[in-house]
Each structure stands twice: as structure tokens, then as C-alpha cells.
């Protein structure tokens, strides 16, 4: 872990602390750490800056194919070589069926890493923090993914209306009672 990274914990825990709440909004910490002198922003690498845009801009790019179907266009496939992190974008028409293989296997493995995290989270929550009955989460997604299909418009209009998610888990019922303060605050 990088000492920055802990120095940011350590500033959030100094919030928590301070205004004694359990839930942070990031931007209500980062405000209050640089009016007390604990935050300086670091200078600005403005070609990383430009390229995150990018890769924002990219992930974003869709097109209509000819089902229907609202489709992202442009895929990511990142590579490590000598230490050095690239991503590489390429357009699904466009694209060699290596490089989409490539980026679909990457996002299936990042998928299964966020289950696994989120299923190791939950248990070490349900073990030691719950007061509560157990929350439980199904990890097959069969039928979220039926349904989010059978919700999708099937019209090729630009227009398309907002698609339905699938069904949302429960909320939590047992939240801390502490007082929390406005993000502005």
C-alpha cells in the first residue's frame, strides 16, 4: 500500500473522528482536509489527466447494431510491459478478434474479482458487524441477465427510453444511528 494512499485513510479517519459520522461523502473530506492544511493536491499530470478523459469519453461511445441492441463500441485491452501500464482502445467493427477477446476475458476476470471481494466482505459483515439476520446475496445472474434482456427497447430509434435494471437488492435495515452532517458542512 503506498504511503499516499495511507495518508488519505488517515485523513479520513481523522473526519470520521471529528464529526462523528459512519458514512463520508469524499468531496465533504477533501474540502475539509485542504481548508486545515492536512491536503495538498498533488501537481497536476495533465497528459494522465487528458488521457483518463479519454478513456471516460471512449467507454462511453455506443452505437444501435442491427437487433437493436445499444452496444459499447469501444473496448479497452491493458497491458503491462516493463513495469509500464498501457491501455490499448480498439472499435468492436474494427478491431482484430484477438484484441476483443482479449478485453472481454479482462472484464469477465475483473467481474469475478469484484464477486469475490464482495462475497469475502459480506460473510467478514455478517460475521462480526451484523446485529441483525444475515444478508445474503445470490451470485448467479441468469436471471437478472433474462430480465434486463426482456426489459431492453427493441425499437432502432436514437431515442431509446431509460432501461429498466434488474431488480434491486434490499437495503440495509440496521445503519448506525450517528448523526451525519451535510456534504457541505
Known amino acids: 500500500m503506498s504511503g499516499y494512499a495511507q495518508q488519505l485513510r488517515n485523513i479520513v479517519r481523522a473526519y470520521i473522528e471529528e464529526h462523528a459520522v459512519a458514512v463520508i461523502d469524499p468531496l465533504a473530506v477533501a474540502r475539509w482536509a485542504t481548508e486545515r492544511g492536512l491536503l495538498k493536491p498533488r501537481q497536476l499530470d495533465i497528459n494522465r489527466f487528458l488521457a483518463r478523459q479519454i478513456s471516460r469519453a471512449l467507454r462511453a461511445d455506443t452505437f444501435i447494431d442491427r437487433q437493436g441492441r445499444k452496444v459499447r463500441s469501444k473496448h479497452v485491452v491493458v497491458r503491462n510491459t516493463g513495469g509500464v501500464q498501457t491501455s490499448l482502445w480498439g472499435d468492436m467493427r474494427d478491431a482484430p478478434r484477438e484484441h476483443m477477446q482479449t478485453s472481454f476475458q ?80
Not at 464477486?115 to 458487524?129: A, G, P, R
Not at 445472474?141 to 433474462?146: G, I, S
Not at 434486463?148 to 434488474?166: C, D, V, W
Open 106 to 185: 479482462q472484464r469477465r476476470r475483473q467481474i469475478v474479482g469484484d464477486c469475490c471481494q464482495l462475497k469475502t466482505d459480506m460473510e467478514s459483515y455478517n460475521d462480526n458487524c451484523n446485529k441483525g439476520e444475515q444478508l445474503k446475496l445470490s451470485f448467479d445472474f441468469t436471471v437478472d441477465l433474462k430480465e434486463a434482456e426482456l426489459m431492453k427497447p427493441m425499437n432502432t430509434s436514437q431515442e431509446q427510453k431509460p432501461i429498466r435494471q434488474p431488480a434491486r437488492l434490499p437495503r440495509l435495515k440496521h445503519l448506525p444511528s450517528r448523526p451525519s452532517l451535510p456534504p457541505n458542512a
